[in-house]
Nanobody
Framework: QVQLVESGGGLVQTGGSLSLSCTTSGLTFSRTAMGWFRQAPGKEREFVAA????????DLADSVKGRFNIFRDNAKNTVYLQMNSLKPEDTAVYFC??????????????????WGQGTQVTVSS
């Protein structure tokens, strides 16, 4: 049974930082591309960041480039999202997702087969 468990969300002031973690089990993590998506109230789920299975290719949404980074630790079956210079518009529930082989585009939610339960990130102004 595949499980993805996010942690690290919370309340932070504008300009602050948070680090999200997503620990997985039940899949071959070292061969799985991983992504982060977010969904704000009343809005559709949107792509935030993704990393290929090797860890050498990272994709970031334009809205978070220069502020967020994604990286992985295959020894710990964990993917991270480091968020800096947070803004109120970053407020959302953040989801991690797994994109196992055969790989679909890392940019689209439909490529991901497994999802975590989400963690709330709230940025106060």
């Amino acid at each position: 049974q595949v499980q993805l468990v996010e942690s690290g969300g919370g309340l932070v002031q504008t300009g602050g930082s948070l680090s999200l973690s997503c620990t997985t089990s039940g899949l071959t993590f070292s061969r799985t591309a991983m992504g982060w998506f977010r969904q704000a109230p009343g809005k559709e789920r949107e792509f935030v960041a993704a990393i290929d299975w090797t860890g050498s290719v990272r994709d970031l949404a334009d809205s978070v480039k220069g502020r967020f980074n994604i990286f992985r630790d295959n020894a710990k079956n964990t993917v991270y999202l480091q968020m800096n210079s947070l803004k109120p518009e970053d407020t959302a529930v953040y989801f991690c997702a797994a994109n196992p082989p055969p790989y679909g585009s890392r940019w689209y939610a439909s490529s991901y087969d497994y999802w975590g339960q989400g963690t709330q990130v709230t940025v106060s102004s």
